[in-house]
């Protein structure tokens, strides 16, 4: 009940400040008509205008509340947009209502270039969307360096004829052009959101597009009536501005906890994130240039030409750092997605567990580091230093594929490689083979205790029944194991290679399947015995003397996976019956 009623709360409140900025805008509309040219008709519009802007900052920091990490970044770089522009307010009424002039240069110029320029930053971070990791880092930074580069433009061709040598005909030009510039990006960024998305986000694209439209139109006509004379705070236009600013509100007010799409990182995503890169990268190379245009131009004030030089220079320094930063995260995501590739090159898709490719780029430094302590201290008594191949192969899985069809017999391979991985320790790999057959890599073993470990696979195979789709019964599935310890003469250790060793782990799986299944047979040099265990016969496997270690696996109903199926249909349709 507390969360409907907070439901119903928020949307009230969300209705009471809609009804609030319109309130706002149809009083302004009202003043315009209604009042003189006069100090009350100016001091009306500077303090709707003010609390205005306040509005749409409080409604985009409403909006960072709840809201994931990425995007409260993003809510939060409008709220203080339009908190900086609200402060140029002031600075502005300060102007107009205590002191009552109008100034040729104000520090609110600079504070509404930043506040546009933080606007910029966070729309083109795209709020609409949840972007791939790679873009939240990369794309981030590229947007930082177009960020540093507005500001530097600023400070380069602005500043200087506002402070060092004040000249309101070229702080005017550059000022214009500066706007002119922020006005068209912003608009293609509102208009590449209004075409990717869809829903309440759309309409809220729609409607920026629209305050950005009429905001620009409305700067220029503003522009041209102040060059004129014939402005002054209050008239026509300021209704329209203040529609903006309300408008502003009401968009932020629309998409109040909407959620963000997953960005799929397709081609559109893909060409949005690639402009920010490719235009940031040759931005920088326009630094020098304008150095050596302002050094060479003797035409500038000595301390104009000096600061843009000094600028340049400082500009340089502080883009190279962003682009070492930009470049070392660049080589950090290149490692990772290599590291991914080769680990999905070497991991079967089926199962999930290890594949040839990745036996054959590990066994060696695996061979080399079981070799050392053999080769180093070969008198030492070392416990679990040894590698055990063990070859493990589905008992009767083509009766299950040609009983139950090959979707079943893949979920049976699944469960059978889960299975071996819970008996398996966290320094072992499993390797799928081929086909139903795994090959479980054990590292720092004991050959003395290398049964143990064949037992509890077999255990975890075949002790329990195996869930599949709904249609078919529990199926009862086990293996048959054959392994064989590497190296295989401890004092003489490269006397039988691992391939060698492989083969007669291949030679023992071979006996275990055809001495009837559901066991493990291990080799180990002859002479020797598992922990617990007599020495057993002397057999030869490709002239190397051995000595095999049998042991059962669980017991089960002696009733075979294809009767099983039988069993389970004649049951099914007697229930059906029934």
């Known amino acids: 009940m507390s969360t409907i009623g907070g439901i119903v709360s928020l949307r009230s409140n969300s209705k009471l400040w809609t009804w609030s900025v319109i309130g706002l805008v149809i009083a302004q509309a009202v003043a315009s008509i209604l009042l003189p040219k006069s100090y009350r008709l100016t001091g009306i519009s500077d303090w709707i205008s003010f609390i205005l802007m306040v509005s749409a900052s409080a409604a985009f920091a409403r909006n960072a509340s709840g809201s994931n990490h990425r995007q409260r970044l993003v809510w939060m770089l409008l709220a203080v947009g339009y908190a900086i522009e609200a402060c140029s307010q002031v600075l502005w009424m300060r102007w107009e209502l205590v002191l009552k002039q109008t100034p040729t240069f104000s520090l609110g110029d600079a504070l509404v270039f930043l506040a546009w320029t933080a606007l910029i930053l966070g729309f083109a971070l795209r709020p609409h969307v949840d972007p791939a ?41 550059a000022y214009k052009f500066l706007s002119l510039a922020q006005d068209l990006i912003l ?27 009429f905001d620009s139109i409305m700067e220029y006509i503003v522009d041209t009536l102040a060059n004129s004379g014939s402005y002054f705070s209050g008239g026509w236009y300021d209704s329209i501005g203040a529609a903006g600013l309300a408008g502003m509100t009401l968009a932020a007010l629309t998409v109040h ?27 920088t190379l326009v630094l020098p240039l304008l150095a050596a245009w ?19 220079l400082t500009a340089v320094v502080v883009f190279a750092f962003v682009g070492i930063v930009k470049q070392a995260r660049l ?16 991991t079967d898709h089926l199962t999930g567990v290890r594949n040839r490719r990745f036996f054959t780029n590990s066994i060696e430094a695996d061979v080399q580091q079981v070799l050392r302590p053999f080769v180093t201290n070969p008198s030492t008594d070392v416990h679990n230093r040894d590698l055990v191949f063990y070859l493990i192969d589905v008992d009767h899985f083509k009766r299950v594929n040609d009983q139950f069809g090959h979707k079943i017999g893949d979920q049976i391979l699944v469960e059978v490689a889960r299975r071996i991985n819970s008996a ?24 003395k205790e290398a049964h143990i470990l064949a037992n509890r696979v077999l255990d975890a195979v075949g002790s329990n029944p195996y869930s599949v789709e709904a249609g078919t019964a529990d199926l009862r599935v086990t293996c048959s194991i054959g392994w064989a310890v590497f190296p295989w003469k401890e004092l003489e250790p490269k006397l039988v290679s691992h391939d060698q060793v492989l083969v007669m782990a291949d030679y023992a799986l071979y006996q275990a399947k055809g001495s009837g299944r559901n066991r493990a047979v291990g080799l180990l040099p002859a002479g020797e015995s598992v922990r617990g265990g007599t020495v057993p016969n002397t057999i030869f496997i490709n002239g190397i003397p051995a000595s095999p270690v049998t042991t059962s696996g669980p017991n089960i109903d002696e009733i075979s996976p294809l009767d099983q199926g039988k069993t389970r249909a004649k049951t099914a ?3 059906s019956t029934t």
């Open 133 to 173: 990791p790679q873009h939240q880092r990369l794309g981030t930074i590229d947007l930082l360096l177009l960020l540093l580069m507005g500001l530097y433009l600023y400070l380069f061709l602005v500043i200087p004829w506002q402070y060092l040598a004040p000249e309101p005909q070229s702080y005017g030009t």
């Open 187 to 213: 608009l293609s960024i509102v208009l590449l959101g209004l075409r990717h998305s869809s829903g309440r986000w759309r309409h809220f694209y729609a409607m920026l597009t629209v305050i950005v439209v």
């Open 257 to 283: 906890r909407l959620e963000p799409v997953s960005e799929h990182c397709g081609p559109d995503s893909e060409r949005y994130w690639r402009w920010a890169s490719r235009l940031a990268a040759p931005v």
């Open 294 to 312: 302002s050094f060479l131009d003797r035409s500038l004030p000595d301390s104009v030409w000096k600061f843009r030089v000094l600028l340049s």
């Open 331 to 346: 080589e950090k995501e290149l490692a990772t997605a290599n590291h991914e590739l080769l680990d999905a090159s070497q």
């Open 424 to 447: 398996a320790r966290l320094s072992d790999a499993v390797i799928r083979w081929g086909g139903e057959e795994f090959l479980l890599l054990s590292r720092y073993t004991d050959r």
């Open 573 to 575: 349709a007697a229930a």
